[in-house]
């Protein structure tokens, strides 16, 4: 089965900001060190990219019609999304283990994981 594991940040320290700053050189290391163990981790396929915070966002919405636009998700922002993964996993034991490893579940945010639909 294939799952999507949405990253959410919440008040996980991420570079750049004062937050990240306040940490220590080996604490930032071990971070980055966790989440490239998570992207090797066989059946996993990382995101390229990390996003923008959600303040970068542009919210889209058709009614009537008319495409309208907004800064910023309808979301609080502890639950917006900061990056995501695939997972090809045996089953959802092994998708929870491998987000219970993603350095933004124990500092502050959470990981969804959501079976996806193959069409």
Not at 20 to 26: F, G, K, Q, T, Y
Not at 104 to 112: D, I, N, Q, T
Request: charge should be negative; charged fraction near 25%; glycine fraction near 6%.
């Amino acid at each position: 089965m294939k799952y999507m594991l949405l990253i959410q940040q919440g008040d996980t320290p991420t570079p750049p900001s004062d937050e990240w700053d306040r940490l220590s050189e080996a604490e930032q290391k071990a971070i980055y060190e966790a989440y490239q163990a998570v992207n090797q981790t066989p059946g996993v396929t990382a995101s390229d990219a990390w996003l923008e915070p959600p303040e970068a966002a542009t919210t889209v919405r058709v009614q009537d019609g008319k495409t309208l636009t907004t800064d910023g998700p309808f979301v609080a922002i502890k639950e917006a999304l900061g990056g995501y993964l695939f997972f090809e996993a045996d089953d959802l034991d092994a998708a929870i283990e491998l987000a219970s490893r993603i350095p933004a579940a124990r500092l502050g945010g959470a990981v969804e994981v959501r079976p996806t639909v193959e069409w």
